[in-house]
Protein backbone atom coordinates (compact mmCIF):
# COMPACT_ATOMS: atom_id res chain seq x y z
CA UNK A 1 0.00 0.00 0.00
CA UNK A 2 0.66 3.81 -0.52
CA UNK A 3 3.09 5.84 2.01
CA UNK A 4 1.32 8.91 3.22
CA UNK A 5 2.71 12.20 4.90
CA UNK A 6 -0.13 14.09 6.42
CA UNK A 7 0.91 17.54 7.45
CA UNK A 8 -2.03 20.10 9.01
CA UNK A 9 -1.08 24.18 9.86
CA UNK A 10 0.99 24.44 13.09
CA UNK A 11 -1.48 25.96 15.23
CA UNK A 12 0.33 29.23 16.47
CA UNK A 13 1.92 28.82 20.43
CA UNK A 14 -0.41 32.32 21.55
CA UNK A 15 -3.49 31.41 23.25
CA UNK A 16 -6.24 28.25 23.01
CA UNK A 17 -7.46 27.54 19.35
CA UNK A 18 -10.71 28.01 18.32
CA UNK A 19 -13.07 25.44 16.17
CA UNK A 20 -12.85 27.57 12.97
CA UNK A 21 -8.55 26.40 13.43
CA UNK A 22 -9.92 23.12 14.71
CA UNK A 23 -11.84 22.06 11.29
CA UNK A 24 -9.69 24.52 9.21
CA UNK A 25 -6.69 22.03 9.56
CA UNK A 26 -5.98 19.49 12.00
CA UNK A 27 -9.64 17.76 12.15
CA UNK A 28 -9.64 16.76 8.69
CA UNK A 29 -6.12 15.58 8.76
CA UNK A 30 -7.02 13.17 11.53
CA UNK A 31 -10.32 12.53 10.02
CA UNK A 32 -8.12 11.67 6.47
CA UNK A 33 -5.14 9.71 8.76
CA UNK A 34 -7.78 7.47 10.24
CA UNK A 35 -9.41 6.54 7.08
CA UNK A 36 -5.94 6.14 4.97
CA UNK A 37 -4.46 3.91 8.31
CA UNK A 38 -7.73 1.66 7.98
CA UNK A 39 -7.23 0.80 4.68
CA UNK A 40 -4.07 -0.60 4.94
CA UNK A 41 -1.89 2.64 4.28
CA UNK A 42 1.54 3.74 5.84
CA UNK A 43 0.81 6.81 7.24
CA UNK A 44 2.81 9.76 9.33
CA UNK A 45 0.94 12.87 10.42
CA UNK A 46 3.20 15.29 11.56
CA UNK A 47 1.69 18.38 13.40
CA UNK A 48 3.35 20.94 15.72
CA UNK A 49 3.13 24.37 17.62
CA UNK A 50 4.36 27.25 15.68
CA UNK A 51 6.20 28.89 18.49
CA UNK A 52 8.05 31.70 16.92
CA UNK A 53 7.86 35.57 16.64
CA UNK A 54 6.81 38.66 17.82
CA UNK A 55 3.46 37.43 19.36
CA UNK A 56 5.08 34.48 21.82
CA UNK A 57 7.52 37.17 23.04
CA UNK A 58 4.86 39.52 23.95
CA UNK A 59 2.43 36.94 25.58
CA UNK A 60 5.20 35.80 27.84
CA UNK A 61 6.03 38.98 29.11
CA UNK A 62 2.39 39.78 29.46
CA UNK A 63 2.65 36.69 32.29
CA UNK A 64 5.86 37.57 33.27
CA UNK A 65 7.34 34.33 32.27
CA UNK A 66 10.75 33.85 29.85
CA UNK A 67 9.37 33.00 26.21
CA UNK A 68 11.05 29.38 26.55
CA UNK A 69 8.78 28.41 29.36
CA UNK A 70 6.25 30.51 28.13
CA UNK A 71 5.81 28.38 25.08
CA UNK A 72 6.63 24.91 27.27
CA UNK A 73 3.54 25.30 28.78
CA UNK A 74 1.38 26.84 26.02
CA UNK A 75 2.54 23.50 23.82
CA UNK A 76 1.03 21.30 26.69
CA UNK A 77 -2.42 22.80 26.83
CA UNK A 78 -2.92 22.92 23.37
CA UNK A 79 -1.21 19.36 23.08
CA UNK A 80 -3.95 18.62 26.07
CA UNK A 81 -7.14 19.82 23.87
CA UNK A 82 -5.90 17.67 21.11
CA UNK A 83 -5.88 14.79 22.79
CA UNK A 84 -9.29 15.60 24.31
CA UNK A 85 -10.54 15.73 20.29
CA UNK A 86 -8.92 12.49 19.68
CA UNK A 87 -6.59 14.07 17.10
CA UNK A 88 -4.08 10.87 16.73
CA UNK A 89 -0.92 12.76 15.10
CA UNK A 90 2.16 10.52 14.87
CA UNK A 91 3.75 13.07 16.48
CA UNK A 92 3.29 16.81 17.98
CA UNK A 93 6.09 18.71 17.87
CA UNK A 94 7.42 21.95 18.40
CA UNK A 95 8.90 24.18 16.07
CA UNK A 96 11.80 25.53 18.72
CA UNK A 97 12.71 21.78 18.77
CA UNK A 98 16.62 21.62 18.21
CA UNK A 99 16.26 19.72 15.31
CA UNK A 100 13.80 22.83 13.39
CA UNK A 101 16.82 25.13 14.39
CA UNK A 102 19.63 23.31 12.95
CA UNK A 103 17.27 22.05 9.68
CA UNK A 104 16.65 25.58 8.88
CA UNK A 105 19.96 26.70 8.86
CA UNK A 106 20.73 24.13 6.46
CA UNK A 107 18.62 24.55 4.26
CA UNK A 108 19.12 28.88 5.01
CA UNK A 109 22.91 27.48 4.14
CA UNK A 110 21.51 25.73 0.83
CA UNK A 111 20.18 28.66 -0.52
CA UNK A 112 22.75 31.02 -0.02
CA UNK A 113 25.55 28.76 -1.48
CA UNK A 114 22.97 28.70 -4.50
CA UNK A 115 22.65 32.05 -4.95
CA UNK A 116 18.92 32.20 -3.24
CA UNK A 117 19.56 34.44 -0.41
CA UNK A 118 20.84 38.03 -0.55
CA UNK A 119 21.84 40.17 2.14
CA UNK A 120 20.60 43.82 1.46
CA UNK A 121 19.95 47.19 3.64
CA UNK A 122 16.89 47.89 3.44
CA UNK A 123 14.46 50.69 5.68
CA UNK A 124 12.29 48.89 8.56
CA UNK A 125 9.11 50.61 10.39
CA UNK A 126 10.65 51.05 13.54
CA UNK A 127 8.06 52.21 16.34
CA UNK A 128 9.90 55.57 18.75
CA UNK A 129 6.79 54.49 21.36
CA UNK A 130 7.98 51.09 21.57
CA UNK A 131 11.56 51.30 21.10
CA UNK A 132 11.81 48.49 18.99
CA UNK A 133 11.62 47.73 15.22
CA UNK A 134 8.50 46.21 14.19
CA UNK A 135 7.93 42.53 12.73
CA UNK A 136 5.68 42.87 9.74
CA UNK A 137 2.37 41.61 11.81
CA UNK A 138 2.64 43.97 14.20
CA UNK A 139 1.92 46.48 12.04
CA UNK A 140 -1.64 47.11 11.54
CA UNK A 141 -3.56 49.58 8.69
CA UNK A 142 -5.44 49.28 6.03
CA UNK A 143 -5.20 47.04 3.06
CA UNK A 144 -4.51 49.34 -0.41
CA UNK A 145 -6.26 46.21 -2.25
CA UNK A 146 -9.72 45.87 -0.85
CA UNK A 147 -9.71 48.35 1.90
CA UNK A 148 -10.27 46.26 5.16
CA UNK A 149 -8.87 48.28 8.06
CA UNK A 150 -7.45 45.72 10.00
CA UNK A 151 -4.73 44.16 7.77
CA UNK A 152 -1.41 43.15 9.24
CA UNK A 153 1.85 44.24 7.94
CA UNK A 154 2.91 40.58 6.31
CA UNK A 155 -1.34 39.68 4.83
CA UNK A 156 -4.43 40.75 4.52
CA UNK A 157 -6.53 38.52 6.48
CA UNK A 158 -10.01 39.85 4.81
CA UNK A 159 -8.42 39.53 0.87
CA UNK A 160 -5.68 37.25 1.72
CA UNK A 161 -3.34 39.61 -0.10
CA UNK A 162 0.71 38.99 1.31
CA UNK A 163 1.87 42.54 2.11
CA UNK A 164 4.73 44.77 3.56
CA UNK A 165 4.02 47.13 5.84
CA UNK A 166 5.23 50.14 3.92
CA UNK A 167 2.04 49.00 1.56
CA UNK A 168 -0.62 49.90 4.66
CA UNK A 169 -2.51 53.16 5.05
CA UNK A 170 -2.05 54.90 7.77
CA UNK A 171 -0.12 52.58 9.53
CA UNK A 172 0.10 51.74 13.62
CA UNK A 173 1.84 49.86 15.87
CA UNK A 174 -0.02 46.66 16.91
CA UNK A 175 1.63 46.95 20.17
CA UNK A 176 1.02 50.63 21.26
CA UNK A 177 -1.78 51.32 18.60
CA UNK A 178 0.92 54.54 18.17
CA UNK A 179 1.29 55.63 14.72
CA UNK A 180 4.42 57.45 15.91
CA UNK A 181 6.38 55.14 13.32
CA UNK A 182 9.67 55.77 11.29
CA UNK A 183 11.81 54.20 8.76
CA UNK A 184 15.16 52.89 9.60
CA UNK A 185 17.70 51.12 7.81
CA UNK A 186 18.98 47.96 8.60
CA UNK A 187 20.14 45.14 7.06
CA UNK A 188 18.25 41.38 6.37
CA UNK A 189 18.21 38.45 4.48
CA UNK A 190 16.14 38.12 1.50
CA UNK A 191 14.92 35.21 -0.37
CA UNK A 192 15.14 35.62 -4.02
CA UNK A 193 11.83 34.59 -4.89
CA UNK A 194 11.63 36.50 -7.97
CA UNK A 195 14.66 34.20 -9.23
CA UNK A 196 12.84 31.18 -8.80
CA UNK A 197 9.40 32.80 -9.94
CA UNK A 198 9.69 30.62 -13.16
CA UNK A 199 10.77 27.26 -11.27
CA UNK A 200 7.68 27.95 -8.90
CA UNK A 201 5.41 28.32 -11.73
CA UNK A 202 6.53 25.07 -13.52
CA UNK A 203 6.14 23.20 -10.39
CA UNK A 204 2.73 24.46 -9.20
CA UNK A 205 1.14 23.99 -13.07
CA UNK A 206 2.45 19.77 -12.32
CA UNK A 207 0.65 19.53 -9.27
CA UNK A 208 -2.34 22.60 -9.06
CA UNK A 209 -4.76 20.49 -11.19
CA UNK A 210 -4.80 17.88 -8.53
CA UNK A 211 -5.59 20.00 -5.96
CA UNK A 212 -8.87 21.70 -4.79
CA UNK A 213 -10.11 24.75 -6.18
CA UNK A 214 -9.39 26.83 -3.58
CA UNK A 215 -5.95 26.18 -3.24
CA UNK A 216 -5.02 26.05 -6.91
CA UNK A 217 -6.90 29.39 -7.59
CA UNK A 218 -5.23 30.92 -4.40
CA UNK A 219 -1.73 29.78 -6.11
CA UNK A 220 -2.23 30.81 -9.18
CA UNK A 221 -3.04 34.37 -8.71
CA UNK A 222 0.14 34.65 -6.03
CA UNK A 223 2.14 33.44 -9.45
CA UNK A 224 0.27 35.39 -11.86
CA UNK A 225 0.56 38.67 -9.07
CA UNK A 226 4.19 38.10 -9.57
CA UNK A 227 6.76 36.86 -6.90
CA UNK A 228 8.52 39.07 -4.80
CA UNK A 229 11.79 38.85 -2.99
CA UNK A 230 10.94 38.66 0.68
CA UNK A 231 12.65 39.14 3.74
CA UNK A 232 13.39 36.18 5.64
CA UNK A 233 15.10 37.79 8.92
CA UNK A 234 13.26 39.56 11.50
CA UNK A 235 14.59 41.69 14.88
CA UNK A 236 13.74 39.84 17.76
CA UNK A 237 15.07 37.88 20.79
CA UNK A 238 12.79 34.68 20.43
CA UNK A 239 13.74 32.49 16.55
CA UNK A 240 15.97 30.58 14.93
CA UNK A 241 19.35 32.62 14.83
CA UNK A 242 20.93 33.14 12.15
CA UNK A 243 23.75 30.87 11.92
CA UNK A 244 27.06 33.09 12.10
CA UNK A 245 29.32 30.98 10.40
CA UNK A 246 27.65 31.87 7.49
CA UNK A 247 26.24 35.57 8.64
CA UNK A 248 28.91 36.45 11.13
CA UNK A 249 27.67 40.66 11.43
CA UNK A 250 23.95 39.78 11.00
CA UNK A 251 24.09 36.73 13.48
CA UNK A 252 26.56 39.22 16.11
CA UNK A 253 23.09 41.47 15.62
CA UNK A 254 21.01 38.56 17.10
CA UNK A 255 18.80 38.20 13.65
CA UNK A 256 16.67 35.24 13.45
CA UNK A 257 14.65 33.75 10.98
CA UNK A 258 11.17 35.00 10.27
CA UNK A 259 8.70 32.81 11.54
CA UNK A 260 6.87 31.70 7.88
CA UNK A 261 10.31 30.67 7.13
CA UNK A 262 10.92 28.70 9.52
CA UNK A 263 7.40 27.26 10.45
CA UNK A 264 6.73 25.08 7.33
CA UNK A 265 10.47 23.64 7.52
CA UNK A 266 9.42 22.47 11.11
CA UNK A 267 6.71 19.76 9.67
CA UNK A 268 10.74 18.05 8.22
CA UNK A 269 11.67 19.22 12.20
CA UNK A 270 8.97 17.97 13.74
CA UNK A 271 9.70 14.60 11.55
CA UNK A 272 12.73 14.53 12.96
CA UNK A 273 12.00 15.18 16.24
CA UNK A 274 9.60 11.62 15.71
CA UNK A 275 12.42 9.81 13.98
CA UNK A 276 15.22 10.55 17.29
CA UNK A 277 12.78 9.00 19.42
CA UNK A 278 13.52 5.46 18.21
CA UNK A 279 16.36 6.23 15.85
CA UNK A 280 16.88 2.65 15.01
CA UNK A 281 13.42 2.05 13.59
CA UNK A 282 12.27 5.27 11.94
CA UNK A 283 14.08 7.29 9.14
CA UNK A 284 12.99 10.77 8.81
CA UNK A 285 14.78 11.04 5.35
CA UNK A 286 12.85 8.39 4.08
CA UNK A 287 9.54 10.70 4.08
CA UNK A 288 11.01 13.79 2.92
CA UNK A 289 13.92 12.62 0.24
CA UNK A 290 12.27 12.52 -2.95
CA UNK A 291 14.61 9.64 -4.51
CA UNK A 292 14.28 7.29 -1.70
CA UNK A 293 10.48 7.39 -1.53
CA UNK A 294 7.12 6.78 -2.87
CA UNK A 295 5.20 8.69 -0.18
CA UNK A 296 2.25 10.71 -1.67
CA UNK A 297 2.24 14.20 0.90
CA UNK A 298 -1.10 16.20 1.79
CA UNK A 299 -1.22 19.31 3.40
CA UNK A 300 -4.48 20.42 5.19
CA UNK A 301 -4.59 24.01 6.22
CA UNK A 302 -6.97 27.66 6.11
CA UNK A 303 -6.90 29.57 3.10
CA UNK A 304 -4.76 32.11 4.36
CA UNK A 305 -1.93 30.00 5.10
CA UNK A 306 -2.20 28.10 1.10
CA UNK A 307 -0.04 31.68 -0.12
CA UNK A 308 3.00 30.62 1.88
CA UNK A 309 2.36 26.79 1.23
CA UNK A 310 2.17 27.01 -2.72
CA UNK A 311 4.51 29.31 -3.27
CA UNK A 312 7.20 30.05 -0.52
CA UNK A 313 7.57 26.87 1.18
CA UNK A 314 7.97 25.37 -2.20
CA UNK A 315 10.39 28.22 -3.31
CA UNK A 316 12.26 27.42 -0.13
CA UNK A 317 12.85 23.90 -0.93
CA UNK A 318 13.40 24.17 -4.68
CA UNK A 319 16.53 26.74 -3.98
CA UNK A 320 18.10 24.20 -2.00
CA UNK A 321 18.61 21.87 -5.10
CA UNK A 322 18.28 18.71 -2.81
CA UNK A 323 15.60 16.09 -3.23
CA UNK A 324 13.26 17.26 -0.67
CA UNK A 325 9.79 16.35 -1.03
CA UNK A 326 7.10 18.44 -1.67
CA UNK A 327 3.36 18.86 -1.10
CA UNK A 328 1.54 16.91 -3.82
CA UNK A 329 -2.03 18.24 -2.14
CA UNK A 330 -2.83 21.09 -0.77
CA UNK A 331 -6.42 20.60 0.70
CA UNK A 332 -7.62 24.21 1.42
CA UNK A 333 -10.24 25.64 3.67
CA UNK A 334 -12.44 28.60 3.18
CA UNK A 335 -13.71 30.38 6.96
CA UNK A 336 -15.77 29.18 9.73
CA UNK A 337 -17.29 31.72 10.98
CA UNK A 338 -20.03 32.52 13.94
CA UNK A 339 -22.86 33.77 13.52
CA UNK A 340 -21.87 35.37 10.29
CA UNK A 341 -19.22 37.35 11.65
CA UNK A 342 -15.58 35.98 12.00
CA UNK A 343 -13.87 33.73 14.80
CA UNK A 344 -11.96 35.86 16.65
CA UNK A 345 -8.73 34.32 18.82
CA UNK A 346 -8.11 38.12 20.02
CA UNK A 347 -11.48 38.56 20.87
CA UNK A 348 -12.32 36.09 22.02
CA UNK A 349 -15.38 35.46 19.58
CA UNK A 350 -17.02 32.39 19.45
CA UNK A 351 -16.38 29.01 20.47
CA UNK A 352 -13.03 27.88 21.50
CA UNK A 353 -11.88 24.25 21.98
CA UNK A 354 -11.54 23.90 25.38
CA UNK A 355 -14.93 25.25 26.53
CA UNK A 356 -16.11 22.89 23.26
CA UNK A 357 -14.70 20.10 25.20
CA UNK A 358 -15.99 21.65 28.62
CA UNK A 359 -19.46 21.50 26.99
CA UNK A 360 -19.67 18.25 25.25
CA UNK A 361 -17.76 15.51 24.26
CA UNK A 362 -15.36 15.29 21.19
CA UNK A 363 -16.99 13.25 19.26
CA UNK A 364 -20.10 15.68 19.04
CA UNK A 365 -18.12 18.39 17.70
CA UNK A 366 -15.98 16.61 15.53
CA UNK A 367 -19.00 15.48 13.54
CA UNK A 368 -20.55 18.25 13.15
CA UNK A 369 -17.51 20.47 11.75
CA UNK A 370 -16.73 17.93 9.17
CA UNK A 371 -20.52 17.03 8.13
CA UNK A 372 -20.53 20.90 7.90
CA UNK A 373 -16.40 21.95 6.85
CA UNK A 374 -16.32 25.47 4.99
CA UNK A 375 -14.99 23.51 1.61
CA UNK A 376 -16.60 25.66 -0.70
CA UNK A 377 -17.70 28.17 0.56
CA UNK A 378 -17.56 29.99 4.22
CA UNK A 379 -19.64 28.60 6.84
CA UNK A 380 -21.47 29.74 10.02
CA UNK A 381 -21.47 28.38 13.16
CA UNK A 382 -24.96 28.67 14.97
CA UNK A 383 -25.94 26.93 18.03
CA UNK A 384 -29.28 26.79 16.57
CA UNK A 385 -27.78 25.12 13.80
CA UNK A 386 -25.74 22.48 15.95
CA UNK A 387 -28.22 21.51 18.50
CA UNK A 388 -30.48 20.06 15.19
CA UNK A 389 -28.07 18.25 13.43
CA UNK A 390 -26.92 16.63 16.47
CA UNK A 391 -30.10 15.94 17.59
CA UNK A 392 -31.19 14.84 14.16
CA UNK A 393 -27.97 12.78 13.05
CA UNK A 394 -26.39 11.76 16.13
CA UNK A 395 -28.91 10.94 18.37
CA UNK A 396 -31.44 9.86 16.68
CA UNK A 397 -30.51 8.26 13.27
CA UNK A 398 -27.53 6.90 14.84
CA UNK A 399 -27.18 6.43 18.49
CA UNK A 400 -31.25 5.41 18.96
CA UNK A 401 -31.19 3.26 16.14
CA UNK A 402 -28.03 1.19 18.33
CA UNK A 403 -30.22 1.72 21.84
CA UNK A 404 -33.37 0.54 20.12
CA UNK A 405 -31.67 -2.44 18.43
CA UNK A 406 -29.58 -3.27 21.14
CA UNK A 407 -32.36 -3.15 24.00
CA UNK A 408 -34.90 -4.94 22.01
CA UNK A 409 -32.77 -7.68 21.26
CA UNK A 410 -31.80 -8.26 24.81
CA UNK A 411 -35.36 -7.80 25.93
CA UNK A 412 -36.69 -10.62 23.80
CA UNK A 413 -34.23 -12.66 22.79
CA UNK A 414 -31.04 -12.59 25.74
CA UNK A 415 -27.54 -11.12 25.47
CA UNK A 416 -26.11 -13.00 22.38
CA UNK A 417 -26.89 -12.39 18.75
CA UNK A 418 -30.02 -14.17 17.87
CA UNK A 419 -30.09 -17.05 15.02
CA UNK A 420 -33.13 -16.61 13.33
CA UNK A 421 -34.15 -17.20 9.56
CA UNK A 422 -31.86 -16.55 6.24
CA UNK A 423 -31.96 -13.89 4.69
CA UNK A 424 -34.51 -12.52 2.40
CA UNK A 425 -35.35 -9.94 -0.22
CA UNK A 426 -35.28 -6.96 2.27
CA UNK A 427 -31.80 -8.05 3.56
CA UNK A 428 -30.50 -8.35 -0.05
CA UNK A 429 -32.23 -5.00 -0.90
CA UNK A 430 -30.55 -3.66 2.64
CA UNK A 431 -26.56 -5.05 1.47
CA UNK A 432 -26.93 -3.96 -1.87
CA UNK A 433 -28.02 0.04 -0.62
CA UNK A 434 -25.03 -0.62 2.25
CA UNK A 435 -22.12 -1.52 -0.34
CA UNK A 436 -23.08 1.13 -2.16
CA UNK A 437 -23.16 3.82 0.02
CA UNK A 438 -20.00 2.60 1.51
CA UNK A 439 -18.29 2.69 -2.04
CA UNK A 440 -19.21 6.55 -1.86
CA UNK A 441 -18.16 7.16 1.16
CA UNK A 442 -14.99 5.65 0.47
CA UNK A 443 -14.91 7.85 -2.82
CA UNK A 444 -15.72 10.93 -0.99
CA UNK A 445 -12.68 10.53 1.51
CA UNK A 446 -10.54 9.54 -1.48
CA UNK A 447 -11.10 12.95 -3.19
CA UNK A 448 -11.24 14.91 0.35
CA UNK A 449 -14.37 15.85 0.09
CA UNK A 450 -15.06 15.77 3.82
CA UNK A 451 -19.10 16.83 3.62
CA UNK A 452 -19.85 14.68 1.15
CA UNK A 453 -18.49 11.93 2.62
CA UNK A 454 -20.01 12.55 5.83
CA UNK A 455 -23.54 12.89 3.81
CA UNK A 456 -22.50 9.64 2.61
CA UNK A 457 -21.88 8.49 6.22
CA UNK A 458 -25.49 10.33 7.33
CA UNK A 459 -27.23 7.91 4.54
CA UNK A 460 -25.51 4.78 5.82
CA UNK A 461 -27.15 5.29 9.28
CA UNK A 462 -30.46 6.62 7.59
CA UNK A 463 -30.05 2.82 5.44
CA UNK A 464 -30.36 0.84 8.64
CA UNK A 465 -33.03 2.69 9.80
CA UNK A 466 -34.82 2.26 6.76
CA UNK A 467 -34.70 -1.21 7.26
CA UNK A 468 -35.35 -1.44 10.83
CA UNK A 469 -38.92 0.45 10.28
CA UNK A 470 -39.43 -1.74 6.90
CA UNK A 471 -39.39 -5.01 9.00
CA UNK A 472 -40.68 -3.41 12.42
CA UNK A 473 -39.05 -6.18 14.44
CA UNK A 474 -41.42 -5.13 17.02
CA UNK A 475 -44.18 -6.10 14.67
CA UNK A 476 -42.91 -8.68 13.11
CA UNK A 477 -42.12 -10.84 16.46
CA UNK A 478 -45.67 -11.45 17.19
CA UNK A 479 -46.28 -13.51 14.06
CA UNK A 480 -42.79 -14.05 13.04
CA UNK A 481 -39.68 -14.90 15.52
CA UNK A 482 -37.40 -15.90 12.87
CA UNK A 483 -38.11 -13.31 10.96
CA UNK A 484 -37.94 -10.67 13.90
CA UNK A 485 -34.60 -12.27 15.16
CA UNK A 486 -33.21 -12.25 11.55
CA UNK A 487 -34.13 -8.43 11.68
CA UNK A 488 -32.09 -7.55 14.37
CA UNK A 489 -28.82 -9.69 13.71
CA UNK A 490 -28.92 -7.88 10.28
CA UNK A 491 -29.68 -4.80 12.58
CA UNK A 492 -26.50 -5.46 14.87
CA UNK A 493 -24.43 -6.46 11.85
CA UNK A 494 -24.81 -2.79 10.81
CA UNK A 495 -23.69 -1.86 14.14
CA UNK A 496 -21.33 -3.30 14.20
CA UNK A 497 -20.37 -1.95 10.10
CA UNK A 498 -21.07 1.55 11.46
CA UNK A 499 -18.28 1.01 14.57
CA UNK A 500 -15.85 0.22 11.89
CA UNK A 501 -16.16 2.75 8.90
CA UNK A 502 -17.71 5.63 11.28
CA UNK A 503 -14.19 5.59 13.15
CA UNK A 504 -12.64 8.51 11.12
CA UNK A 505 -15.61 11.12 12.63
CA UNK A 506 -16.50 9.75 15.53
CA UNK A 507 -13.57 7.39 17.04
CA UNK A 508 -14.83 7.22 20.24
CA UNK A 509 -18.02 6.51 20.03
CA UNK A 510 -16.80 3.92 17.24
CA UNK A 511 -14.98 2.34 19.97
CA UNK A 512 -17.96 2.38 21.92
CA UNK A 513 -20.38 0.29 19.42
CA UNK A 514 -17.59 -2.32 18.98
CA UNK A 515 -17.23 -2.79 22.49
CA UNK A 516 -20.53 -3.75 22.73
CA UNK A 517 -19.74 -6.96 20.84
CA UNK A 518 -17.60 -9.27 22.15
CA UNK A 519 -16.56 -10.89 19.06
CA UNK A 520 -13.37 -13.09 19.16
CA UNK A 521 -10.35 -11.85 17.09
CA UNK A 522 -12.12 -8.62 15.79
CA UNK A 523 -9.66 -7.58 13.74
CA UNK A 524 -11.88 -5.63 10.67
CA UNK A 525 -10.07 -2.16 9.51
CA UNK A 526 -12.51 -2.11 7.20
CA UNK A 527 -15.17 -3.37 5.33
CA UNK A 528 -15.10 -4.82 1.71
CA UNK A 529 -18.05 -4.47 -0.92
CA UNK A 530 -18.90 -8.48 -0.34
CA UNK A 531 -18.99 -7.69 3.21
CA UNK A 532 -21.18 -4.95 3.29
CA UNK A 533 -23.47 -6.87 1.15
CA UNK A 534 -23.49 -9.79 2.98
CA UNK A 535 -23.55 -8.13 6.41
CA UNK A 536 -22.42 -11.70 8.37
CA UNK A 537 -19.21 -10.56 9.53
CA UNK A 538 -21.36 -10.73 13.14
CA UNK A 539 -22.53 -14.61 13.76
CA UNK A 540 -25.52 -15.49 15.55
CA UNK A 541 -24.40 -16.25 19.06
CA UNK A 542 -22.29 -13.53 20.12
CA UNK A 543 -22.43 -12.30 23.43
CA UNK A 544 -23.36 -8.30 23.86
CA UNK A 545 -24.55 -5.34 25.91
CA UNK A 546 -26.25 -2.14 25.55
CA UNK A 547 -24.12 0.80 25.58
CA UNK A 548 -25.09 3.88 27.51
CA UNK A 549 -26.74 6.24 25.28
CA UNK A 550 -24.11 7.27 21.98
CA UNK A 551 -25.50 10.78 22.24
CA UNK A 552 -27.71 12.93 24.91
CA UNK A 553 -29.88 15.30 22.41
CA UNK A 554 -29.56 18.65 23.66
CA UNK A 555 -32.48 20.29 24.83
CA UNK A 556 -34.31 23.90 24.61
CA UNK A 557 -32.43 24.83 27.71
CA UNK A 558 -28.99 23.43 26.15
CA UNK A 559 -29.43 25.69 23.23
CA UNK A 560 -30.65 28.87 25.20
CA UNK A 561 -28.03 28.36 27.92
CA UNK A 562 -24.69 27.81 24.56
CA UNK A 563 -26.36 31.21 23.46
CA UNK A 564 -26.15 33.56 26.71
CA UNK A 565 -22.95 32.05 27.30
CA UNK A 566 -20.81 32.79 24.12
CA UNK A 567 -23.21 34.81 22.02
CA UNK A 568 -25.78 34.24 19.29
CA UNK A 569 -26.79 36.69 17.41
CA UNK A 570 -26.13 37.87 14.05
CA UNK A 571 -22.44 39.74 13.75
Same mark, same amino acid.
Request: net charge negative.
Given at each position: ?7 ? &? ?48 ? &? ?12 ? *? ?46 ? &???? @? ?24 ? &? ?38 ? =?? *? ?18 ? @? ?5 ? +? ?125 ? *???? @? ?7 ? =? ?31 ? !? ?17 ? +? ?111 ? +????? !? ?14 ? @? ?25
Amino acid at each position: MARHLITS &ALPYINGIKHLGNMVGSMLPADVYSRYLRQRGHDVLYICATDEHGTPAEL &AAQEQGLPVAEFCA *QAHEQQKAIYDGFSLAFDYFGRSSSPQNHEITQEIARELKANGFIEER &AIRQ @VYSVTDGRFLPDRYIIGTCPHCGYDK &ARGDQCENCTRVLDPTDLIEPRSAISGSSDLEVRETKHLF =LL *QSTLAGEVEAWVDERADDWP @VLASSIA +RKWLTEGLHDRAITRDLDWGVPVPADTWPDLAAEGKVFYVWFDAPIEYIGATKEWADQDPENRDWRSWWWESDTDVHYTQFMGKDNVPFHSVMFPATLLGTRAAWKKVDVIKAFNWLNYYGGKFSTS *QRRG @VFTHDALEI =LPADYWRYFMMANAPESDDSSFTWEHFTATVNK !DLADTLGNFVNRVLSFSRK +RFGDAVPEGGEPGEAEAKLGAEIARLLAEYEEQMEALQFRKAAAALRALWSAGNSYLEEKAPWLEIKTNKDGAALTLRTAMNLIHLYAVVSEPFIPTTSAAMRAAFTLADDTA +RWVTA !DEAQSLTALPAGTPFT @VPPVLFAKLTDEDLEGYKERFGGQDA
